[in-house]
């Protein structure tokens, strides 16, 4: 077994991405992920690798655009104000069908919120973010240790899938420490013939590109891009399900609030109320198939979230409204408490 | 004796621009100057957003398509990606000089060892017409319908002289293509901007002051005569900055 280090969660990822085979990042100064552009600029350097600290999140993520047009792995991390920045290269990055490994350490919002732990970018990242019918890959870490592997995992996805991967952390998850067993390193095995490396005179040119004028070819695009997103939905949904094969009540969290939950849901255990937890590790593709599962059984789901109830629309759509979902939050930087979110499956198992 | 032919560097897809469009001719000084220097093979080009933005489908080398503006973003990370290819970009002013000007400004202060060929003609021409940032002052466009006034708008912007301010940048060429010695000009400037990253240099960037007959509302002989008469004596001719003669560190 590998030796566990202590690191903090934006570190986890860092390092992470290198033993991905990422050797390219660029980012623009931004709290709270700050510690990954901090750890790869000293890193990269030592490694043969290229940190660029970018003049702005447009210009970061359109260096990413660059670098994935070439063939090769590479990452850029902001918190929420950065990404809404991002949100137009995130369509191109779609259009074009690039890979790339995108963080989000989530803080509070709207506008330039605060700097604190958030959750209320879920819509963004599930939804869109920019223009146009695409999706993204959205992977929810709840530990530093889960920052490091879902960061191995998003690269592999964006390779295996021609899509662009969102690691949807927040300022928790971030700033903590935690041992981490760092994963071993990973050599990237998807190849990419239509990477612009220059013709060679060998072949045809490669073309990156997101524009086409003639709509019945766009649409063509469009179709074939969401049967790639189908397989994604029919294959790589991940969650954790814990005490929720008998619940009475399902609590739905992922992050730091499916850390806070699963205190709440052993509390209730000790008191006699059959709680259980799902934390889906994937929000795009969401999870559905545990929530159905669980709402055959179960009389009452709660969304533990930090937002202002963003997931639960999810939540709802999974058990097609068939059970009453509730929100359990708090907003603004703020994180519920174990005792809040055991006062919330109470007052479910009251009902 | 073959005396003239089409520069392999272009593909057999008929241009879409207007007749009497300088694109033509600049798209050829690049071919010529990637053909002369036998680099097709190793060469990738980003297009932009504007009249050239499906430049992809004209050269013959590896081309990305990027978002408007951000050309020398997508550039610096091909060229970080792939230090041994040749990487330019061909954008026009409102491209460059107007929503990516960002994007120009800290290319050029990193030395990025890119080619950039920036196409100036005054005036937005796949949208129809508006003013650019380097419409000149008094010129009616769609959206300077009494012509530019710059009390309200302010100034165009001297791309040029702006960027040879900056410590970072190679070299900094303004031509034109409105007669056949500026042609031939032209030609050996965009030659010297990609020899330049042969050879290390940095960033390279060549203005060509150009013209839009149809946007301007001129037959093409009298875009050519305002481009002579107004453009020139705005936009001055010349080598603004080479450090090439320089040792490389």
Redesign the interface.
């Known amino acids: 077994m590998a030796e566990k280090v202590l690191m903090k969660g934006n570190e986890a990822i860092a390092e992470a991405a290198i033993l991905a085979g990422c050797r390219?990042y660029?980012g623009y100064p931004i709290t709270p992920q700050t510690e990954i552009a901090a750890y790869l600029a000293k890193r990269m350097p030592k490694i043969g690798g290229?940190f660029?600290q970018?003049?702005?999140e447009?210009?970061?993520i359109?260096?990413?655009?660059?670098?994935?047009?070439?063939g090769?792995r590479?990452m850029t991390s902001s918190s929420s104000p950065g990404i809404s920045l991002k949100g137009?290269?995130l369509s191109?990055l779609a259009g074009?069908d690039l890979p790339a490994l995108v963080v989000n350490v989530q803080r509070g919002g709207p506008g330039l919120g605060g700097i604190q732990p958030s959750q209320s970018d879920y819509f963004q990242a599930t939804r869109g973010g920019g223009h146009g019918d695409y999706r993204m890959i959205v992977l929810a870490p709840a530990s530093a240790q889960e920052m490091a592997d879902l960061t191995i995992k998003g690269f592999d996805l964006a390779d295996n899938y021609r899509v662009t991967c969102m690691l949807l952390a927040d300022g928790t998850m971030g700033q903590m420490m935690e041992p981490v067993e760092l994963p071993a390193p990973v050599e990237p095995s998807v190849g990419k013939p239509w990477a612009?490396?220059?013709?060679?005179?060998?072949r045809r040119?490669?073309?990156?590109?997101?524009?086409s004028l003639v709509p019945e070819e766009l649409e063509q695009l469009n179709f074939a891009r969401f049967e790639r997103y189908a397989e994604i939905e029919r294959k790589e949904p991940m969650w954790e399900s814990f005490m929720a094969e008998d619940a009475d009540i399902v609590v739905v969290a992922f992050g730091i609030a499916a850390r806070v939950s699963k205190n709440a849901v052993v509390a209730a255990r000790e008191s006699g109320i059959k709680a259980g937890l799902i934390r889906p590790i994937t929000l795009w593709p969401f999870p559905k198939q545990p929530l159905a599962e669980a709402a055959q059984k179960a009389k009452h789901f709660i969304s533990v979230e930090l937002s202002m109830g963003q997931m639960i629309e999810d939540v709802q759509l999974a058990i097609r409204c068939s059970r009453p979902v509730t929100l359990c939050n708090r907003v603004g930087g703020m994180i519920p408490t174990p005792e809040q979110v055991l006062e919330s499956i109470r007052s479910a198992n009251r009902r | 004796m073959t005396v003239f032919e089409k520069p392999k560097s272009l593909?057999d897809a008929p241009f879409h621009y207007c007749p009497g469009c300088t694109h033509g001719i600049i798209h050829r000084l690049v071919a010529e100057a990637i053909d002369g220097l036998g680099i097709?093979?190793?060469?990738?080009g980003?297009a932009p957003v504007g009249c050239a933005?499906?430049a992809?489908?004209y050269?013959?080398?590896?081309?990305?398509?990027?978002?408007h503006g951000?050309a020398p973003?997508?550039?610096?990370?091909?060229?970080?990606?792939?230090p041994d290819?040749i990487v330019f970009t061909y954008q026009g002013d409102g491209d460059l000089a107007s929503i990516g000007m960002?994007?120009t400004?800290?290319s050029a202060t990193r030395n990025e060892n890119i080619t950039v060929i920036f196409v100036n003609n005054a005036i937005y021409g796949m949208t129809g017409g508006q003013m650019a940032p380097t419409s000149l002052p008094g010129q009616v466009t769609q959206t300077s319908p009494y012509g530019r006034d710059v009390k309200t708008v302010g100034y165009p912007i001297r791309v040029c002289e702006m960027l040879s301010q900056l410590d970072g940048p190679a070299y900094i060429e303004r031509v034109a293509v409105n007669n056949v010695k500026n042609v031939r000009n032209a030609g050996k400037a965009i030659r010297k901007a990609f020899e330049n990253q042969i050879n290390g240099r940095g960033f390279s960037l060549v203005e060509v002051v150009s013209s839009c007959p149809t946007n301007w509302g001129m037959t093409p002989q009298n875009a050519l005569r305002w481009v002579e008469e107004n453009m020139i004596p705005y936009y001055p001719l010349g080598v603004f900055k080479d450090r090439t003669a320089e040792e490389v560190k």
Request: some cysteine.
């Open positions: 390219h660029f290229c660029l970018a003049e702005s447009i210009a970061a359109n260096m990413v655009y660059g670098v994935a047009s070439a090769k590479v137009e290269g191109y074009s612009v490396t220059g013709t060679e005179g060998k040119h490669n073309i990156i590109n997101s524009l | 593909t097709e093979g190793v060469t990738v980003v933005v499906m992809y489908n050269f013959a080398c590896d081309m990305v398509e990027a978002a951000r973003a997508v550039a610096t990370g091909l060229k970080r990606a792939m290819r960002a994007e400004v800290h």
